[in-house]
């Protein structure tokens, strides 16, 4: 999923956003769907947009959680890509009359 | 109301909102219309949404302030989750030509 | 619910719109909420607005289908009031991620 | 209010909004306000802003019904100008949680 | 998907509307995500929202153009409703920088 | 301002929009603002967007009131284009509290 | 104007928003229009809604700047409610073709 | 650029917009930006998305007017797929202070 | 430009928005146009709107650039209120696809 | 692209946008499209605006990736101007049904 970054030297910010992820409940096995933000300063390498798409897109028969999901997209950009630092945030269609937003981030921001 | 946490050694944040509480005004006997605006950083434990929605349910026949039923929310998603920090919004309908929105954290920021 | 019109040789239009109509679904017990817009041409009465908020008021606890609701609205309203055309839209919050908008008119409009 | 159309030979639309009327309720006595949208064809005259500004002033102690209010500024405006056609919405801020609008014609649309 | 239509002698519309239609492209095999709109006048019946559901998930692992979805779930919901007329609108997500609406009716409206 | 249209022989609609038009109100001498609005379907000749500009320059210093200027930008545009219909509206800034559209057609539009 | 906060050990916010003030120009005797919001952390009071609005509705007649007013209603709400903090924001209709809004706060903000 | 409707018994709508069409401008030879909207009743053929992208994409170094590269993509799609009736409208940056947009239709409708 | 602040003591917030800022470009000649914002926290004066808007109206027909303008205004409204702190922007009109905005402020805030 | 600043010793800020960035993805060959957006504190120089346009308009032919193209403009407006500051954003439409966002400055903000 990642390429060279071409200013590595510099600290700047990269933002993508799709509409486009979709996965199932795994308690109603019904399908969920969201909106993914990812932003993050890169290090050495920046994520490639059509590899990006196919990972998101192997979420499509998976039963998870919401906070579940985040947490593990994260964890699989940080692998990749070893960024400066990273935030996911999922935001979801409406269940049950209540609409849901994740957002978690690495390292941890503080306080 | 409460399920574990799958990922309880990061401090992330989940966001609720639902336009669906409805309760009573406590002086004229009438209908008052909400919309609740949850977020919070869970420690051990995270919402489960259906518990949620018929928690906020109970408030339908209830007499409340506006300023009550926030800080009673609060207190009540508090006791349940543990969270690391939780703050409650709430947005009522125009009445008397006033609009109104309370909002309550634990614990409280400081000011 | 009814007043005299104070222009009753003019054909004109009175539109009211409310988002405080709430019900319970007849199949699930559960709240739904909707927003009820109202538009007609008065004849000899037009709405009272306390006794409008009353009658909608009314809606709380009966089990209805939002076809059903939408179409006893109009009825009730031509009843009492009337007028030479009105229409009722209710507008409903999202129910199994789906959103639904029922519009009905008396006189029904030519097709 | 009047003042000569330069281009009377023209059938041209002239349309005017001001959020600025207010009057007082006659059943409780207290404040209303509404945006007011004035459109028209005029023959002979057209409106000028000052006096029309002045002439919706007046209503400011006035206890008038929603539906009076709109059908007397029709009639005024179409005393003082003698238009071809006109149109006068009044859109009123929330009472008792219902919006109300009310809209009239001169001469009435055909309907 | 039918239930009986509780007003069946006035003719009047429901307009449903839901962003959760997902299907997979039949050239590139990869996801396309539309948001799906119908409104019909009910003859006898009417949609049952919880099996419109299943239907349009029933989409979720088909290979379909955008063209032949849309006029399949017209036929499809004319079939099961038998309707006195029915639109259905998919308003798809961006593919090669393109945004693409498909639109059909039943009766075909007069041209 | 003509230039040669490129497909004389469809009839088909060019829409200009500038909010750039300034001129000077003839009772107080204080600057006026508007936006221009401009559609029409050309004959022989289409608007040079240059000229059109410098025409619309030419009203910085001219006191006018706001329903003469957009009669005498309508006849100098049906003059310069022979359009084969033509529609001004010009969309004032708020001038004691009133916010005022002018809108006038070639040929008049039936009523 | 003060009811007894229901939580008066938690430093929470609760925000008034009302579009419904009107006053009058000292300067040029006509009428002025405000949306006025105010927020504050309540200490052992709350403001009560019905009388804040009978308080700004004492403003109809009087003749003020709108710096003055701003400041007034400050003063007048931690008089009546002694807030542990408060803002006034006030946001005033064209005038001159000038938007206006002015912004106090109790205690004032460090710098 | 064509391909099989699959419901050619049907009259339906197909919509398409892109904000991706660029040329140059034929006097200054400076780049122009416009959003394509294209509607249109397919008869045997629809457009295949991926070759009007590429056909898009070669006006990319054509110097051309506004009004000529709109009815010259009315023309090329009417060759290419034979529709039944078909629109396109071009909504360009603003140049010279100036918005323009055009629109054609095929057949020209009735006036 | 200067009248007296009716709460001197207190430090508080005006902010003014007109968007009848016009100028005309050193280079070219041509019109510019603006929207103006000023926010300052008041120290012995306010400014009197009136006076304000005759000052602005003074730069049109002023050959100023973008910056020059900004800083100017700054600099006259710090001379004739000596307020605690203030901050004018600039927003002008398109000018060769590229939208500008100039903010400055006094005293420089710490960066 | 400079030019002299008309306020060299007062720290202030200049923000630039447009919407005409065109480049060509350096693995397919296809057209980009982005806004830039700009904003900095001048030093002795400010960016001339037609000379911008210029230099944008340079990359519409070059194959370059979104962080590459974005740092780029920094390092070579930084070199033109020598800011006290500057950040530039570029924002790209769709692609892969992701929407990526770029934001690079110099020197790198404290993190």
């Given at each position: 999923?990642?390429?060279?970054?071409?200013?590595?030297?510099?600290?700047?910010?990269?933002?993508?956003e799709?509409?486009?992820?979709?996965?199932?409940?795994?308690?109603?096995?019904?399908?969920?769907?969201?909106?993914?933000?990812?932003?993050?300063?890169?290090?050495?390498?920046?994520?490639?947009?059509?590899?990006?798409?196919?990972?998101?897109?192997s979420?499509?028969?998976?039963?998870?959680?919401?906070?579940?999901v985040?947490?593990?997209?994260?964890?699989?950009?940080?692998?990749?890509?070893?960024?400066?630092?990273?935030?996911?945030?999922?935001?979801?269609l409406?269940?049950?009359?209540i609409?849901?937003?994740?957002?978690?981030?690495?390292?941890?921001?503080?306080?």
């Amino acid at each position: 999923m990642a390429i060279a970054n071409p200013s590595p030297d510099r600290a700047y910010e990269v933002r993508c956003e799709t509409p486009e992820l979709t996965c199932v409940c795994p308690v109603t096995g019904q399908p969920d769907f969201a909106t993914v933000r990812i932003r993050y300063v890169p290090d050495a390498s920046i994520v490639e947009l059509k590899s990006l798409k196919l990972y998101l897109w192997s979420y499509r028969d998976q039963g998870v959680y919401h906070e579940a999901v985040t947490n593990q997209i994260l964890d699989d950009l940080v692998d990749a890509l070893g960024p400066r630092s990273m935030t996911v945030v999922t935001d979801w269609l409406v269940r049950g009359g209540i609409h849901t937003v994740v957002e978690a981030s690495h390292p941890v921001p503080p306080g």
